[in-house]
């Protein structure tokens, strides 16, 4: 149990310095970094909502096929 905690400190450790050099050595503004996370989230979402469309659209295409067929 040691050795996990070891780990996962480690690893928290790691994590937050990555995140600090990232963001200093970064060679956009902030704003700018802000905004174009902000732009690739909103897409992210677009096309995940696009994809759960076309999804039920052809589960509800196969639930129909399948009353008919069961008729």
């Known amino acids: 149990m040691n050795k996990f905690f070891s780990f996962l400190a480690g690893t928290i450790c790691g994590a937050?310095?990555?995140a600090t050099a990232a963001l200093l050595l970064a060679p956009t503004s902030g704003e700018h970094l802000?905004?174009?996370?902000q732009a690739r989230w909103e897409?992210?979402?677009q096309e995940a909502q696009m994809a759960?469309?076309?999804t039920r659209r052809e589960l509800e295409a196969q639930f129909e096929?399948?009353?008919k067929q069961a008729s």
């Open 34 to 37: 802000r905004a174009e996370a």
């Open 65 to 67: 096929q399948m009353k």
């Open 16 to 18: 937050v310095v990555g």
């Open 43 to 45: 897409q992210a979402l």
């Open 52 to 54: 759960m469309e076309e």
